[in-house]
């Protein structure tokens, strides 16, 4: 091998290390980034879980009360036009978020009319030690919104308030109030058989939302 061949060699080596070792590099950055993205995806699919998870007690723990005033027309109005809500589910919460890997920092109900549940999380896990200096402490942060909407719309019975026919009470049985009509099935309320009512989830569904 000529002298010159040897020199051209010795030249390239370098410039070749230093192209790998660059190259390695911004593979451990993108390496680093993908990993935060995984960090942060996971905080998202939390909140999400929690969010849902809070609007669906918050749902449920109307129930009880739904149930004692059932009879109430205009309770029953209220509710359909979102003028009534259930509790905000933070209890519900922290356990889907603790389920994926979150902690909830933030729960609360919506106060712009909608009835629903805001909830934030931070990820347990850090993103990890990477070649990007503080993301061995660097958390993901998310949020999410779920609301409670009516399946149904209620009608009430225009009835429901006249005095029997010929004058006489009617005693101790009291009238339909109305009828929940839901995607074209109507359930009318019958006050003799409270235990045929629809369940929650049948008359209001909940689903993730814009802030």
């Given amino acids: 091998m000529s002298r010159r061949t040897l020199r051209e060699t010795g030249q390239a080596?370098?410039?070749?290390?230093?192209?790998?070792?660059?190259?390695?590099?911004?593979?451990?950055?993108?390496?680093?980034?993908g990993q935060a993205d995984v960090v942060r995806n996971g905080a998202q699919s939390a909140a999400d879980a929690a969010a849902?998870?809070?609007a669906q007690e918050s749902r449920d723990q109307l129930r009880a009360d739904f149930l004692s005033k059932i009879l109430d027309d205009g309770y029953l109005e209220d509710v359909f036009d979102g003028d009534v809500t259930g509790p905000p589910g933070c209890g519900a919460a922290g356990a889907f978020a603790a389920s994926n890997e979150a902690q909830v920092t933030a729960c609360a109900s919506l106060n712009d009319g909608r009835w629903g549940v805001t909830v934030s999380v931070q990820s347990q896990n850090p993103v990890g030690d990477t070649v990007l200096s503080g993301t061995e402490s660097m958390y993901a942060e998310a949020g999410a919104t779920a609301v409670v909407e009516p399946r149904c719309a209620?009608?009430?019975?225009?009835?429901?308030?006249?005095?029997?026919?010929?004058?006489?009470?009617?005693?101790?049985?009291?009238?339909?109030?109305?009828?929940?009509?839901?995607?074209?099935?109507d359930w009318i309320i019958d006050p003799t058989h409270l235990d045929l009512l629809p369940d929650m989830n049948d008359l209001f569904a909940v689903r993730l939302a814009e802030d």
């Avoid at 410039?15 to 680093?32: E, N, Q």
């Avoid at 225009?158 to 009509?181: L, M, R």
């Fill in 13 to 33: 080596t370098p410039l070749y290390i230093t192209t790998v070792v660059g190259l390695l590099f911004v593979a451990l950055v993108f390496f680093a980034f």
């Fill in 52 to 54: 849902l998870a809070a």
């Fill in 154 to 185: 209620f009608e009430p019975n225009e009835d429901a308030g006249k005095p029997p026919e010929g004058g006489e009470e009617g005693g101790d049985e009291k009238p339909s109030p109305g009828t929940f009509v839901c995607d074209g099935k």
